[in-house]
C-alpha cells in the first residue's frame, strides 16, 4: 500500500506560481515512479508530468512544457511539481500518483495509488 498527500495548491492569478508537494508513505518511496494528473470540472482527468524512480528520467504534457517542472527528493519521500507562468486552462484539480512500472505512464491506468487531489485555480 502507498498512501499519497498533496499540498500546495491555492488560487492565483495568471502568470503566477505555485509549487505542490506530494508526500509518499507506507512503502519504500524509491521503488516507484509518480505521476501528477489534472482533472477541470467537467473533464477526463489528464497527465501533466511523471518522474521515474530516481528522478532522471521526466515526462511532461505537451502545454505544460517550459512552465512546469517536476522533480523528487526519495529521502524526504517527496515529489515537488513546480509551475510557472501560470494560465486560467490550469485551474484543476491536481492529483498525484504512483505507479510500479506496468502500463503507460501517461495514462491514468498506468497507476496503481493515488492521492486526494489539491485545487489549482488561476483567475485572468
Known amino acids: 500500500q502507498v498512501q499519497l498527500v498533496e499540498s500546495g495548491g491555492g488560487s492565483v492569478q495568471s502568470g503566477g506560481s505555485l509549487r505542490l508537494s506530494c508526500v509518499a508513505s507506507?512503502?519504500?518511496?524509491?521503488?516507484?515512479?509518480i505521476g501528477w494528473f489534472r482533472q477541470a470540472p467537467g473533464k477526463e482527468r489528464e497527465f501533466v508530468a511523471a518522474?521515474?524512480?530516481?528522478?532522471?528520467?521526466?515526462y511532461y504534457e505537451d502545454s505544460v512544457k517550459g512552465r512546469f517542472f517536476i522533480s523528487r527528493d526519495n529521502a524526504k519521500n517527496t515529489v515537488w511539481l513546480q509551475m510557472n507562468s501560470l494560465k486560467p486552462e490550469d485551474t484543476a484539480i491536481y492529483y498525484c500518483?504512483?505507479?510500479?512500472?506496468?502500463?503507460?505512464?501517461?495514462?491514468?491506468?498506468?497507476?496503481?495509488?493515488w492521492g486526494q487531489g489539491t485545487q489549482v485555480t488561476v483567475s485572468s
Open positions: 507506507g512503502t519504500t518511496f524509491a521503488r516507484y515512479g
Open positions: 500518483a504512483s505507479r510500479g512500472g506496468r502500463g503507460n505512464l501517461y495514462q491514468v491506468e498506468g497507476y496503481d495509488y
Open positions: 518522474v521515474d524512480w530516481n528522478g532522471d528520467s521526466t
